[in-house]
């Protein structure tokens, strides 16, 4: 059963950094695209980055200049590089990934921003 495992969250001020990472297990397949989302409270969840299998990256506007996402296609497993995080960035963070045409999702990790 394929599993996506997020770690990486946590509470840090304005201004500050922290890296996600969100490996893939119980497959021997390769993820197609992988990327993440957020959720802040009261809002839906929104698109903050993918990148494709090859290597092609995609980001929201809000985010474009600070986070970095980036992939190890051998440990199946992708990472996200947020700098310069703002108190807008507070959400719960979901890794997603696409095997062999279906969508898997993580229980997402918390990144709280403060002011």
């Known amino acids: 059963q394929v599993q996506l495992v997020e770690s990486g969250g946590g509470s840090v001020q304005a201004g500050g950094s922290l890296r996600l990472s969100c490996a893939a297990s119980?497959?021997?397949?390769?993820?197609?695209?992988m990327g993440w989302y957020r959720q802040a409270p009261g809002k839906q969840r929104e698109l903050v980055a993918t990148?494709?299998?090859?290597?092609?990256?995609n980001y929201v506007d809000s985010v474009k200049g600070r986070f970095t996402i980036s992939r190890d296609n051998a440990k199946n497993t992708v990472y996200l590089q947020m700098n310069s995080l703002k108190p807008e960035d507070t959400a719960v963070y979901y890794c997603?990934?696409?095997?062999?045409?279906?969508?898997?999702w993580g229980k997402g990790t918390l990144v709280t921003v403060s002011s």
């Open positions: 990148i494709a299998s090859g290597g092609n990256r």
């Open positions: 119980g497959t021997m397949f390769m993820a197609n695209a």
């Open positions: 997603t990934a696409s095997i062999r045409g279906i969508n898997y």
